[in-house]
């Protein structure tokens, strides 16, 4: 994974958070929404880095255009 696809703590813990308050805060859950969080962060980004090496191997497909572009 690409230094701008890292995870970062910050965003594992801002995440775990989020899915804590909305679960009700339960006492003594911290990890496992830490392990929720990094996991659905994880997904989330392997999506992302597929989805824009596919869109980068369009590109590369198509450019250069075979046609010239009609300003009519």
Do not use: C
């Not at 450019?63 to 010239?68: E, G, K, N, R, T």
């Amino acid at each position: 994974m690409s230094e701008t696809n890292a995870i970062t703590e910050q965003q594992v813990r801002e995440q775990a958070y989020a899915l804590w308050a909305a679960a009700g805060s339960p006492e003594g859950a911290e990890v496992e929404f830490w392990y929720r969080a990094r996991e659905a962060l994880t997904r989330s980004s392997a999506a992302r880095h597929k989805i824009q090496q596919e869109l980068d191997e369009a590109g590369e497909e198509s450019f250069p255009a075979s046609d010239p572009v009609n300003r009519t």
